[in-house]
């Protein structure tokens, strides 16, 4: 048995324990249905706790000595090498994630914490001019105090990591509410690592619980200063107005609807195996997956019959076998609602060049071509193995249809001249968006995330350290000053 399947409980304020709530939360397989563990869910009660030990742990916090602090994340790091083989267990049984998907995860969530072990380091301040005499203007960077995380269930362990990381290195409290489909992956395993590095206790807690147990209470708890929220757009826009209702910061990334446009010039067989990672990556569960392919009407013919020959040839199944590409989706629902939209598109014209069988939660793949805008499948986000195939002819065609969505995440373009690829790239009207590349990138230096319906706020680099802290400024007036009355 995998030891981390242990990690069951709460973490509040230190402690392991079981939460208040009357409810038990089965944590299960998506790929067999089996049982990996059970929870007590957290209550009311133990929200409020979670967010006192957090402020009280902060300001023990504050004591430490900021390269202790870079020592202490960097034990964190230490700890995922030692224990790699059991957190990729982890990942592919209570997510559903290939071993290929693990790998992926696992090297983000070392990359990201690298990046927070420097934060200590980096709360910089400014001494400023002043045109009133004798003043010096003194501007301090500061932790905002307590950070509220929310989390995904389909890339949890990094996506809860990417704000708990910096939020802890910029010198905050973090109480984290992973999703219920991954309460250890996207929370306790989280837990353990900061436990194990030698964080405060209390100063990272971790509540495994339901929306029905605790309603709005994660967000509107007067103690969180910035809620960081990773999901649906419909939920985050709900964040959103109950943060900015009692004055908090909220860090938003959301979904996303990602066009892959393929220029007439385009390498195609490179722009295939680029479109088919961008949508098949973790069965197409990833926010800035290719949910629609835009192909130049030149090349259109080729670059689909290549295409569907390459997917055609994913292997789908047991996602704990080396070679399997697209395993299960994380719970049925999931799947209900994927295959729902699929026969919505097929019914309003669009037509199926590739349409698998499903096996539980396993959805084998599925193309749709002569996809337009209008389309159910073109508007919506399609959190899963199903792409939109859909064809232009003028540069100024694919960049409206790129930009026929309310969403704005990512994007990628393919071209021969980088430089046009470049000028395009800049007429999509979206966060992030690669040339000759995936749409699925992320990078711990470089800003991340979306426009529109996709997000508010970035994250990573310095943009974390920005979302994180707050700035005050201290005047010291060394002489007299000359009041007007």
Known sequence: MNDFTQLNKQYIGGEWKDGRGQKILTDKNPYNGESITEFRIANLQDIDEAY??????????????????????????AYIEQHEKEMTEIIIDELGGTRLKAAFEIGLVKDI??????????????????????????????????VGVISPFNFPFYLSMKSVAPALGAGNGVVLKPHEDTPITGGTLIAKIFEEAGIPKGLLNVVVTEISEIGDTFVEHPIPRVISFTGSTQVGSRIGQLAA??????????????????????????????????RFTHQGQVCMSANRVIVHHDVYDEFVTKYVNKVSALKCGNPREADTIIG???????????????????????????????????????????????????????????????KFSTEEEAIRIANDT???????VHTANLERGAEFAKKVYTGMIHVN??????????????????????????????????????SIQHTPRQFPY
């Open 52 to 77: 006192q030990a957090a402020a009280r742990a902060k300001e023990e916090w504050d004591k430490v000595n900021p390269f202790t602090k870079r020592s202490i994340l960097e034990q964190a790091i």
């Open 113 to 146: 914490i690298r990046e927070a072990a420097t934060f200590p380091l980096r709360m910089e301040g400014k001494i400023l001019p002043s045109p009133v005499d004798g003043k010096e203007n003194r501007l301090y960077r500061l932790p905002v105090g307590v």
């Open 245 to 278: 209702k009692h004055f908090k910061k909220a860090a938003l990334e959301l979904g996303g609807n990602s066009a892959l446009i393929v220029l007439e010039d385009a390498d195609i067989d490179y722009a295939v195996n680029a479109a088919v990672f961008s």
């Open 328 to 390: 299960p989706l994380i719970n049925e629902r999931q799947v209900q609602n994927l295959i729902a939209t699929v026969e919505e598109g097929v019914r309003e014209g669009a037509t199926p060049l590739l349409r698998g069988d499903v096996h539980g939660n396993v959805v084998e793949p599925i193309v749709l071509a002569d996809v337009t805008t209008d389309m159910a499948v073109a508007k919506r986000e399609l959190f899963g193995p199903a792409v939109c195939i859909m």
């Open 406 to 412: 309310p969403f704005g995440l990512s994007g990628a």
């Open 437 to 474: 590349d995936g749409t699925i990138n992320d990078e711990p230096l470089v800003a991340f995330g979306g426009e529109k319906n996709s997000g508010l706020g970035r994250l990573n680099g310095p943009w974390s350290l920005e979302e994180f802290t707050t700035l005050k400024w201290i």
